[in-house]
Every structure is written in structure tokens, then in C-alpha cells.
């Protein structure tokens, strides 16, 4: 993977980066799931409990998750909901005897 710097570098201008979203889809079998990879990049394929995770971009995501869902080898399709998760964490006082740990160097 190329880093921004590189990739500014290389283009002549501003890296514009896409939203983008997992899909999981549970599979009946597993011969199609090589298929899945025209509809974005597929990150991982579980061969155990027939699932696979796609990535694609966030504007196509509701057409993708349609035309899935008509095919006969896809028993659901479920989006992620990672990029609407709250990260930044409040209250996060550190604890008294950990502080003192640090500034002792233990």
C-alpha cells in the first residue's frame, strides 16, 4: 500500500478517499463466492460457517445488498456498522495508582 505522501506525489494532487462499508454475506455454499468479488473486495471467506466480508463503497451499498440478496446462493446479507461507531471515548480518567506507576518508570 502506497503511503499519502507518495500517492500526492504521484497523482500531482489531493488523494480523495472514498467512504467505505463491509458487508457480511451468509452463503449456502460456497462455490459462488469467488463470484462476490465484482461487487467490491472480498476480505475474508469463512469455510466453516459460510459467511464472507466484503468491502465496498458506502453510496453503492444499498443496490449492492439488493443485488445480492436476489441471488439463490446468498442466504442474507448484513451491513457493517463499524463506521458509525463512536470512538472517542469520554470520562477516561486515568487511574491514580497507574499515573503514579508512570512516574515512578515501572
Known amino acids: ?41 472480498v476480505h475474508y471467506v469463512s469455510r466453516k460457517l459460510k459467511y464472507a466480508v466484503l468491502y465496498c463503497n458506502q453510496d453503492d451499498l444499498p443496490g449492492i445488498m439488493e443485488k445480492l440478496n436476489s441471488y439463490s446462493f446468498v442466504k442474507k446479507v448484513e451491513p457493517s456498522y463499524k463506521p458509525f461507531l463512536k470512538v472517542e471515548y469520554e470520562n477516561s480518567i486515568p487511574d491514580k495508582a497507574k499515573e503514579y506507576d508512570y512516574k515512578m518508570g515501572l
Do not use: C, H, P
Request: glycine residues 8%; without cysteine.
Open 1 to 41: 500500500m502506497l503511503d499519502l505522501k507518495v500517492m500526492m506525489r504521484y497523482k500531482g494532487e489531493k488523494a480523495m478517499f472514498t467512504q467505505r462499508q463491509g458487508l457480511i454475506v451468509w452463503l449456502y455454499s460456497l462455490k459462488q463466492a469467488k463470484m462476490l468479488r465484482r461487487f467490491g473486495n
